[in-house]
Every structure is written in C-alpha cells, then in structure tokens.
C-alpha cells in the first residue's frame, strides 16, 4: 500500500473546450504514464478513447489513471466538460479528495464554468486552478485571472506567474520562491534570472499572497504583524491551510498543447492538496460516520461503471477506509446482497493494470464481473455494514422517444439503450402509458444522440430517434347535466345501462374526483363503480386530441335499470356516453405543459436570448446580472423548448448553459390549438 500521507486523488473538472483532457495527458506524459503526448484533434489521447469521444473529439466518460511523481501516488479522475456529460459530476468528485479546476486563457471564466465550481463548492472539496491555453493568439491571462474572483468568487492565490503569453508563452515564475524557469524541449525547464520588466510586479504580488495567506490563520497573522515577514514553511503551511479550509485556491498556468507547465501542476498538486487521510468523515445514508484511516473496516463506494468489451462490467470504486484487497469478500449494504471481488485492478484510460498491492482510503480500483453490483452501491465489511449516503443528481432536461428502424425490433431498441443505464446513471429509459413509445430521457440533445449511437455500434440495431409526443391535457370548459343511456337488443338478453351525471370543471391540479349521490336504489350499488369506471376510461382516451381530459368533478344523482338486461358493462359504456355528451354540452378546451426556465449566458447575449424566449411564446420571470454573467427565469411552453439546447449553442456560441423543469398546465391559445387539433384529426384518418 502506498504512502497515504504523500498520496493524492484528485479530479479535472473544466467547462467543455477548456482542454482539460490535454492538461490531464500532459501530467500522465511528465510521469511516465505514456510516452508520446496525445492529442484530441488526432484522436490519440489516451483517456478518450470510445468512437464517439474521437468522433466529437471531447471526453463523453470519465477518465481513470493512477502515476507517480517523485514517487508519491496520485490517482486522477478526468471529468467531462461537457453539460450533456457531467450530469454525474457529483457521483465523481466524491470520489476524489481534491479538485484541479482548469479554466482557459482565451474564453476566462464561463457561464458553465461558474455552474461548474458551484458544484465543486457543494462538494466542499478543496480547489486549485489552472488557467490553460497561454500559448493561444487570444489568451488573456489577466482576464481570466480576474474571473477567478468577480464570476468565480473565489481568493486566488497566483503560485505560478506566466512569462509573456501567446508565441511568447517562454516561462513560469515561482512567485514564492522568487524564482523563474525557462521552458525547454520535451517539457523540461532550465532555472534563470526574472525578467527586469516583471521583478517588481512579482514582488508585489508576493507581498500581496503573504498578506492574503497570514490573513487566512490567526496564528500566522500574528507573527506576521510581529515579524513583517513569514518564512517560506510558514508561507506554505499556511497556503495549505487556506486551501484546506476553501478561503484560498492557488493558481498555475500552462500550455498542456505545448507541454509547458506540468511539473508547476503536480508540485502544487502534491505540496498544497490534502490526501485521503484529510478527507471528512464519511456519512452514512443513517446518518453514522466513518473516519477516512485504513485503521477503520473497510468500504468502498462505486462511482462509475465502465463496459469494457473483453472484461466486460468494470465496477470503478474509490475506496473510503480500511484496505482492500483482491479475492476479498465483501457484504453490498446498498443491494442487501454478497459479492466476491476478483483481481483488483488499476485503469489507465481503456487499459486495465493489475493491482498487486493492497489499496488503502482514497485508492481508485476497478473490479471485473460483480453479479449484483452497480453504481451508488457500497461495498463493506459484513460484520460492521456502512452504506454511504448517495450523492444528488441533477433533473433531465430533455426527453426523444426512441423506435425500430424496422417493425418487430422494438424490444431489440430497449434492450440497446438498457444496457447503457448502467454506466451511465444519468439516463432514463421508460416507456409513455399513454402513447407506449419508448422514451429517453438525458441532459440533452448531443447526450442522447451519443447514447443511441452508441447502442447502434454495440447491440447492431438500427433505432430512429423521434421528438416525443408532448404531454398535452385537455379539460372541460363548464358545468353539464346530463344523460348516458346505452339500450341494445338483438335477439336474447339485451343491455341496458342509465344514468344521470353532472360534470363541473375543478381547480387545475385538482384531478379526479367521483361521487355516488344515488338514493333510492336508482341504480343498483354494484352497478356505481361501472359507471365511474367508463367515465375515467373515456377520460384518459380524451375528447379533442387524444389526450387525458383532468381536473373535473362527477356527481351520479339519477338512473334506471333492468332486472334482466343491466351489467356492468352496460353501465360502463352508458358512463362513457354521458362523458362524452358533456365534453359536447360544456366544450372542451386544450391545455399545454409550461416548463420553468432557467438560462445563464454572458451579458452580451442577454438580448438576443430574452428575445427568442419571446419568439417562443415565453414570459421572462426576471433576470439578475452580476460579473458578466446573467441569469434568466422564465415560463416556456414545452412544445416550443424540445431542442432548445442546440439553438442556445448557436445563439451564444456555446457559453449559454439552462436547467428545466415542469411547472404548470395552461390553455393553449387558440391557434396553437386548432394545430395540434387538425394534426390529431388527420393521423386518425390516415389510421
């Protein structure tokens, strides 16, 4: 087992195009993890490895590797960027201790950046950043640093200060130790003198950090008022304290194209981040705790699944105390069940290494072909059980109904996509009561588009992805007394069913409600339920388009019956009769879902984005500016937002992030109405 004082786990988290694969490639290179450095755009990177990651060039999983620098462990988690694919960022980073945040240099701070760091702030995980990309023709260094504190909120702490920018990127200054280095061949750096142009700046910056970090502890505060000066391991132990407590982030800069810049990252890295044996206690979804010590009985939480095509099911697991072993035998305290674990095993993007040593707290394993094991189960000692609690997920925002390219292979399609739902949590896969396609629900549009192409490569099926059928309702209009009188004879025992309902519409969200106010035996009491039963049927199949009719209330005060020809049947369809003599009687009117938004852009398109919400028949709710960032609240009708995701992309050249959820019914106005009236009409006659 390794040194768990000196060894690190930690996870790259980014805004999509933020190059945080090419960062995460650049330190596996600088420790001998790989040889050549890989690159995206050629689809050689070794932590993006699935076709539709090469395909997109960006990361759609996570990514795993375990190095050594100065031969201190670290294990690195690689997150995707991407708002389609970090539904399960929580899932993620409570896997890690630690969080190396990276930012670029050309874009600074984004709207998705900032929801980003919000969730590492709820992970309460201590941070530092990186500001990548210094080579670019656009990088601006002070913009992005500025960003840390106006959007971010943050108290950046610049470690490492660049020399020069864009093709002039040459070098790093070490700001505490007051020393430069030189970028060299192959990543390497030769020691020199700070430019003449930059000591003095340099030196307020450092008289700026010690200010800031003394400020962070009172002990060193008062040495600091009593000294004037702290010594450089006060300095550092200090800045670790800051860190570890969230009120400092130290800042690094790097070219992870050019390979400039990754010993700066792993020193910081190693030096500044706390290890497993730092972590919080761990909680227990009762509420217990567990301290994070090998001394404790062992557990492991699975914070991912991988499918790997010669292994097959990879559980990937962090390990919260106690040590683990392979052949090990485990309770699952979240499936009540027992597994047996095989060769434990260390991942190095899609290559397994077997792990020949025991793994302590904070160690990322993977084990093969666990019968009843899967993500957000914890794995325990049977004699002392401890289920951790499992992290939030975020709702889904968007929902494709799925089908067979050809008919018969509709179940061939839901076995596809279920096979995915167990790396990827952030899926659903359910089918619609009311129209029986098959849906898909993600966190968005290129989320579920990636996912069915994936299932069309794995499972050789072809599936067609289609906009979902919109949960539309109608409701009746007013008040309608009425009869349902259904009377056949044909030979033998005829039917007879008779009643007498009054329907009156009700407050939205009130649903159904049925009440018997039959006296004198008119209808006999077997009978009753019959005649409410063909009124909820004939409800549900609706009146106008098909769609459920809600929100209304049903009185049976009168009927008749025969002693011979009356049954339930008989009743029901003389239910359904009166049912629909009061949708024509009251009239019906058409309701549509009304989704709550809420959209986050840069300032600029502020105008642009409230403009299109009022093109799409929306009311904005309200918005709020603050450091360049805005943020939008408004009710819009879903019909109008089921591929917003990609208009939001190309209005706000991919800096606009949203979240939505259900709201509330309304009516449909009348031309919106009369559509989707018209459309319902015609796909039955061409029925």
């Not at 400020?215 to 450089?232: A, C, F």
């Not at 674990?341 to 260390?346: I, K, P, R, S, T």
């Not at 030979?491 to 009700?506: A, E, L, T």
């Not at 407050?507 to 006296?519: K, L, M, N, S």
Request: with cysteine; charged share 25%.
């Amino acid at each position: 087992m390794s040194d768990l004082g000196t060894q690190r786990t930690y996870a790259l988290v980014g805004h999509g195009g933020c190059g945080k694969t090419s960062v995460a490639e650049m330190l596996l290179f600088a420790t001998g993890v790989v040889n050549r450095l890989g690159k995206i755009e050629e689809g050689a990177t070794i932590l993006d490895y699935e076709p539709e990651e090469i395909k997109r060039r960006g990361s759609i999983q996570p990514g795993f590797a375990r190095m050594e620098w100065n031969k201190n462990v670290h294990y690195l988690i690689d997150t995707p960027g991407d708002n389609n694919f970090n539904g399960d960022n929580a899932y993620l980073l409570s896997a890690a201790d630690s969080v190396v945040f990276v930012i670029d240099a050309v874009d600074g701070v984004t709207p998705l950046s900032k929801r980003l760091w919000d969730r590492v702030g709820n992970s309460g995980l201590p941070s530092m950043i990186v500001i990548n990309k210094m080579d670019r023709d656009r990088a601006d260094f002070d913009f992005a640093f500025d960003g840390i504190t106006s959007v971010l909120g943050a108290k950046p702490v610049l470690t490492f200060m660049p020399i020069g920018s864009k093709e002039n990127f040459t070098g790093l200054v070490d700001v505490l130790a007051g020393k430069a280095y030189f970028f060299e061949d192959e990543g390497k750096v030769k020691l020199g003198d700070i430019p003449a142009d930059m000591a003095d700046e340099v030196e307020t910056l450092r008289e700026t950090m010690v200010e800031n970090i003394a400020e962070s502890d009172e002990e060193l505060m008062e040495l600091y008022l009593e000294e004037g000066e702290l010594t450089p391991e006060q300095v550092t132990k200090g800045l670790s304290l800051g860190v570890a407590s969230g009120e400092l982030t130290p800042v690094v800069v790097c070219s992870a194209l050019e390979n400039k810049g990754a010993a700066p990252i792993l020193d910081t890295i190693q030096n500044l981040m706390p290890g497993p044996l730092n972590h919080a206690d761990w909680t227990g979804i009762d509420g217990s705790k567990r301290a994070s010590s090998p001394d404790e009985p062992v557990a492991a939480f699975v914070f991912k699944t991988v499918i790997d095509p010669f292994a097959g099911q990879l559980n990937v697991m962090r390990v919260l105390s106690g040590t683990l072993t392979s052949d090990m035998a485990l309770a699952n305290a979240t499936q009540e069940g027992k597994e047996r674990l095989g060769q434990l095993l260390y991942l190095k993007g899609k290559e397994q290494v077997q792990c020949k040593e025991p793994a302590g707290p904070g160690a990322i394993v993977a084990v093969a072909k666990l019968k009843k094991t899967g993500t957000g189960d914890t794995l325990c000692d049977e004699k002392t059980p401890f289920e951790l609690d499992k992290p939030e997920m975020p709702p889904h925002l968007m929902t494709f109904a799925l089908a067979a390219e050809e008919k018969g292979e509709e179940d061939k399609v839901y076995q596809a996509i279920h096979k995915l739902l167990d790396e990827d949590i952030t899926l659903r896969l359910f089918r619609d009561e009311e129209s029986g396609d098959i849906l898909l629900s993600g966190m968005g549009q290129l989320h579920i588009e990636t996912t069915v192409e994936k299932a069309k490569r794995r499972s050789k099926v072809n599936i067609l992805l289609k906009t979902p059928k919109v949960p539309y309702r109608e409701a009746i209009k007013g008040k309608a007394d009425v009869q349902g009188r259904h009377k056949k004879q044909s030979g033998g025992r005829g039917q007879f069913g008779d009643c007498f309902v009054r329907i009156i519409p009700q407050a939205p969200g009130t649903g159904y409600v049925f009440e018997d106010q039959i006296v004198g035996g008119a209808i006999p009491r077997q009978y009753i339920p019959a005649v409410d039963k063909g009124i909820q049927e004939s409800a549900r199949r609706g009146y106008l388009t098909g769609n459920p009719v809600v929100d209304f209330k049903v009185e049976l005060y009168d009927g008749s019956y025969h002693s011979v020809d009356s049954s339930e049947m008989a009743f029901k369809v003389a239910g359904s009769i009166a049912f629909k003599k009061a949708c024509e009687t009251a009239g019906v009117k058409l309701l549509e879902p009304i989704m709550r938004m809420l959209i986050s852009v840069p300032d600029q398109f502020m105008g642009d984005v409230i403009g299109d919400i009022s093109g799409r028949r929306g009311k904005v709710l309200g918005s709020d500016s603050k450091s360049g960032l805005t943020e939008i609240q408004a009710h819009v009708p879903m019909n109008e937002v089921l591929r917003y995701a990609p208009d939001l992309r190309s209005m706000t050249g991919g800096q606009g992030v949203f979240t939505m959820e259900f709201d509330h019914y309304e009516d449909a106005p009348p031309p919106v109405a009369e559509k989707i009236i018209e459309e319902y009409r015609k796909s039955k006659e061409e029925a």
